[in-house]
């Protein structure tokens, strides 16, 4: 195995995981992992530009940001690339107007698009919200569409709280997905668009960039799929 | 096309799927599907054995039967093949204590199993109490096991009720089976074990059977693939 000096050769670049990197969400804010508070300090003392990547799309990004201030954290919500800024620019590309299935603390993020007579789904991190009810009418949603389209920002499988581990928005994804007999677009990590629209907030190229995460597959393989480099930390939901 | 008469040559028993065939569910007990109450009463007058093969996994069969007498069907209990008394043999058979994420009507039917300190979830088309406490439980329970086992009560995508399409339990266990990754045993339709049973609680060979329901895979395909006929209507959730 190569010595860290030499396979961090070259970068200039880090994007940074949020939940179970920098901290734990969970009741009363959460709680930062050890370290992780001067790690993100010494990385911005050191030069490297950083940037945030998170596939968060339970909160807005401004709760997000003053919680991770409130542990201590040196990050302002321009530092950070999230899932719903991305969904309202390719719903307004394509000219989709979306039924929401997400949690109201995200719902501003949408305030901007039209959600009058939808003609796609769009599902996010929606926690309790994930009712029967509000699956089956997202599932109606889609059923009643002639080309039915559904959006799942991000699709990663469990998180970690402080109480515990977390079902994710990806198994409600996936059971759209073999009600309605479609393939959901992911947007957020691992879809390479996104980590792409990351460097480019970054301004670094893939190849002097290193993601750091603790999810194998959207953070991990995500990033090494568009030429980064990735570390995999043993915090939040690695097991 | 061969005629309907060449077709059945040979059939001494026939399988009715009830949801989508007899009837559609819903408020005040569902809505029997025109000309299905005697189309039954023409079956067993006809000397043909005939028994009830359901995914039903919402109601107990004393339930499901009562609805079903008082829209005029000639049933009883004795003659429905159902879900949950395949499950508690298997339960019993391998020892498993399982979670139950069922409906409330449909929790007696597990009366006589062990349900402590569970060791497998048991998923069935729980409705309502899909709720995300509801599947973030057993999915914790799931990841807390060192050998997960997950038992779902059928597999369907939807079914159909007066008011709508409406999300069957097949969604839910592909949420769970994507988040734990793990695949789920099937216990219902279109599992061949399932069929093998109703074939001998109707007393007639395969080659001897035909399957009528409203699903193309939890029906017809299941039913061929034990070597069974099947005959698909354009009832129920048919599009």
Redesign the interface.
Known sequence: MAAWGERLAGVRGVLLDISGVLYDSGEGGGRPIAGSVEAVARLKRSGLRVRFCTNESQKSRGRLVGELRRLGFDVSEAEVTAPPPAACRLLQERGLRPHLLVHDEVRSEFDQIDTSNPNCVVIAD????????N??RA??VL?GLADPVLISLGKG??YKETS?????V???M????????VEAEVVGKPSPEFFRSALRELGVEAHQAVMIGDDIVGDVGGAQRCGMRALQVRTGKFR
């Open positions: 929606a926690g309790e919200h994930f009712s029967y009810r699956m089956n599932f109606q059923m499988r469990y515990g581990l977390m079902l994710d990806g198994g409600y996936k059971a759209l997905e073999y009600a309605c007999g």
